[in-house]
């Protein structure tokens, strides 16, 4: 246990790292070549301190998804994602580590956070940060993560996964790195290209995912720049579905978003969910409730927030907010795929 490593962490995270976070650690990748990977558009680059990254990660919100840093830390790359989380979605983190190994971690206001590794193109890992025991029911867990059960005992897990970066990558990073200008750049949530070659077992899958899904898979046969709205009314019904939020305001919304609502009925819609949303929040959990209680009253006040997304009186803008706002959710595999799927479509249509 490196007690040194974990009091750093936690100064660091109490000055300089106080806000929602993604840290990436990669290897045998230049900083620029990991910007690409994360989804970084040219028209937003440049170097920047952390600082300064943090003001366009927010400006770029949610037009883009977001904005990072990365430079060396000794023979490895760190890219830094404030407010963020491309570095542990699995295709990204899988490009990441497409020459060596890649361990990512992110955390949110929300209380959402995640812990993941990959090898040679290969993710390896991905489990709640939250939820040690996750981790230690893994029959396999790779060696280079064996630290993880001991340094979870920690209270803070956010200072405690750092320092799993730190031993992974054997620099330390320090409050003098995040001063400094690195390269940066605007991000666009990155998706597959058209035509890229699955692996049997991935087609196999993404087939099977297909079939039981059969309004995605026309999304993908037929996309068109009129069905921006279909995009955003899966999300909404996916956020729905995932968080249990099955009220009148959501069944508004989504009877909507089925036909073709005018300016007026989503002005309307917008206002409904508003309220929603601070109902919602002023049933916030007490600070002695249970997790699950606490969890499920985030759940349903992220996917509030989807549904305010998805009746945008700008189809294109509701369907990409709301893809922004649902990565927020514990997708799973279905949703996960679906989302992956329609990012992937929305992508299409804004080219």
Not at 29 to 34: D, I, S, V
């Amino acid at each position: 246990m490196d007690s040194d490593a974990l009091t750093h962490y936690r100064k660091l995270l109490e000055e300089n790292l106080d806000v929602p976070l993604c840290v990436t650690w990669i290897e045998c990748m230049p900083a620029t070549e990991a910007l690409v990977a994360a989804g970084g558009q040219e028209d937003g680059s440049g170097r920047r301190t952390f600082a300064q990254t943090v003001e366009a990660a927010y400006d770029a919100i949610p037009a883009r998804a977001g904005a990072a840093m990365a430079g060396s830390l000794g023979s490895w790359t760190v890219l830094v994602e404030p407010n963020g989380f491309q570095g542990t979605r699995p295709e990204v983190l899988a490009r990441l580590a497409r020459q060596g190994r890649a361990l990512s971690v992110f955390w949110n206001a929300n209380g959402d956070g995640q812990l993941a590794y990959a090898e040679h193109g290969r993710v390896l890992v991905t489990a709640d940060l939250f939820d040690p025991e996750e981790l230690e029911d893994l029959e396999d867990l790779p060696d280079v993560l064996s630290a993880w059960p001991e340094l979870a005992e920690q209270d803070d897990l956010r200072s405690a996964a750092l320092t799993l970066g730190e031993m992974l990558a054997g620099g330390r990073l320090e409050a003098e790195w995040l001063a400094a200008e690195h390269q940066s750049a605007v991000l666009d949530a990155y998706a597959e290209p058209a035509g890229a070659v699955l692996s049997g077992q991935d087609e196999r899958d993404h087939l099977a995912y297909l079939a039981g899904d059969p309004r995605v898979a026309d999304l993908i046969a037929a996309p068109g720049p009129g069905r921006a709205r279909e995009i955003a009314a899966l999300v909404a019904e996916t956020a729905c579905e995932l968080s249990g939020l099955h009220v009148p305001v959501a069944d508004r919304v989504l009877a909507a978003l089925a036909g073709a609502p005018s300016p007026a009925v989503l002005a309307e819609l917008r206002a409904e969910v508003r309220l929603l949303s601070q109902e919602l929040l002023a049933q916030r959990p007490p600070a002695d409730a249970s997790v699950e209680t606490v969890e499920r009253w985030r759940a349903r006040y992220q996917a509030s927030s989807v549904l305010e997304a998805s009746v945008d009186e700008d189809a294109l803008a509701a369907a990409r907010d709301a893809i922004w706002r649902i990565g927020m959710l514990r997708l799973g595999d279905r949703g996960g795929r679906r989302v992956g799927a329609l990012m992937a479509v929305l992508e299409q249509l804004q080219k």
